[in-house]
């Protein structure tokens, strides 16, 4: 394949790339944003004409194999969308007949995840923020690895921690390296990085609760935020990619609603009695800033204990987590390599930009498996040449480590499956 891709590149040929978008909310609309204002740009640059052609709510789906229009494609898809069928969806996107065919999972829910191993055995590409499959159920997120690789297809979900962040392919690169991972803390949330990198003692934690609110740093009911569910499933994807087989129920994950807050039925109501609560986290506030410390809501991955955590936890002011500012993440790679210093990634982790920026340099990296990208055909049969990994099949009693096998190349550092792995022992 990746002779095919070089000679494909060297001929000039352009790919032709079909792009079905699910969810069309947020970060779904502006993908759609971005890969429209950039297609002119994408075909000379990259040789590739990638054109977003459906589209799917949780009602509706529209399939167009011109591609959607531009200035109007909202007001057309409610307009001629029919009754959704993931399936059918998935049909009408395969019969535009291009190329390559790529479906993008912007959705929140855990739906569309169940119907991934299926788009895969129908020759579909799969890119995803959604973080329901990576921390989903640990049988189903082993199947596809195996299946993508029989299947010659690829699953890129680089968003899915970090938003734009090179988060999980700066972890691939270490391990696929040599590195060996002793643990991995970060700031997950842009949520709750802002309402500890805002709080301090003194203040009332249910204030800068509703500030954020009001800012729209939290969801509309920001118990979703300090469940710490949404860094658990970070935790659990962080994790798998270091090769541990952890459920996201076996995590030990400290919520930050009070319990009696929990079973509340609205919202507006737990708005209301947080105050009541303020005097705990003034009383942790004030424990840490005694020892010259704050308190930050951490996730932590830790390889020599084979342990993961979501935690509430203090640090000392001269540690990279007390000198954030604003709602960026922050997560600290601490290595063989990379002991004394461990490594920083840093920045935005969360907004509809970034994030569709994430998706959108998976959604080119497809591309560049396929063909579309000279320099990326080149590298891919370079570094196949050469590359070696580890896999790591997680079982439920522990880790098994298997037979060596050949990497895909550079590309494939943010993907499951590929050419190369294809024809390759699982």
């Known amino acids: 394949m990746a002779t095919e891709t070089l000679l494909r590149a060297s001929a000039g040929k352009v790919l032709t790339v079909a792009v079905g978008v699910i969810g069309p ?5 502006t993908l759609i944003k971005q890969v429209t204002a950039q297609a002119d740009k994408l075909r ?14 949780s009602k509706q789906m529209y399939v167009n194999a011109d591609g959607l229009p531009e200035d109007n494609w909202k007001e057309v898809f409610h307009q001629k969308g029919e009754d959704l069928n993931l399936h059918r969806f998935a049909e009408l996107l395969k019969g535009c007949e291009r190329e390559c065919c790529v479906l993008v999972d ?25 973080k329901k499959f990576g921390a989903g159920p640990l ?8 299946l993508s690789q029989e299947a010659g297809r690829h699953f890129l979900y680089e968003a899915t921690v970090g938003a734009g962040l090179p988060v999980l392919s700066t972890l691939r690169s270490l391990i696929e390296t040599g590195d060996r991972i002793i643990k991995i803390e970060g700031i997950l949330s842009g949520t709750l990085s802002y309402l500890f990198n ?4 003194g203040m009332k934690f249910s204030d800068v609760v509703a500030d954020a609110k ?7 009911d920001p118990r979703e935020d300090l469940s710490g569910t949404d860094v658990a499933r970070k935790v659990v994807i962080l994790a798998r990619e270091c090769g541990l087989p952890v459920e996201l129920k076996q995590l030990h994950v400290e919520s930050l609603v009070p319990e009696p807050l929990a ?5 507006e109501e737990y708005m209301e009695q947080l105050h009541k609560y303020d005097g705990d986290m003034e009383a942790r506030a004030a424990a840490a800033e005694s020892l010259g410390e704050v308190i930050r809501y951490i996730g932590k991955v830790d390889m020599e204990s084979k342990a993961c955590s979501v935690n509430l936890t203090s640090y000392p002011r001269s540690h990279p987590f007390a000198q954030l500012s604003g709602s960026d993440n922050l997560i600290v790679f601490t290595t063989e390599r990379y002991r004394d210093r461990p490594l920083i990634v840093r920045g935005p982790g969360a907004g509809a930009e970034v994030t569709a920026a994430g998706v959108f340099a998976d ?38 480590q298997q037979q060596p096998q050949q990497l895909g190349g550079w590309w494939q550092a943010r993907c499951y499956g590929g050419p190369h792995s294809s024809s390759s022992s699982s």
């Open 25 to 29: 909310g947020l970060v779904g609309s």
């Open 44 to 57: 000379d640059l990259l040789k590739a004409s990638i054109r977003v052609v459906g589209i799917a709510n």
């Open 106 to 130: 912007c959705t929140a829910s855990d739906v569309v995840p169940n119907m991934y191993l299926h788009y895969i055995k129908m020759g579909m590409h799969i890119v995803s923020p959604n």
């Open 139 to 146: 049988d189903r997120y082993l199947s596809l690895k195996p």
């Open 198 to 201: 805002t709080y301090k003692p």
């Open 214 to 220: 009001a800012k729209g740093y939290t969801e509309p």
């Open 263 to 267: 079973q509340l039925a609205t919202k």
């Open 363 to 400: 959604l080119i990296q497809v591309n560049a498996a396929m063909g579309g990208h000279p320099a990326a055909a080149a590298r891919d049969l370079v570094a196949g040449s050469h590359a070696v990994w580890l896999v790591l099949r997680a079982t439920m009693e522990g880790i098994k």
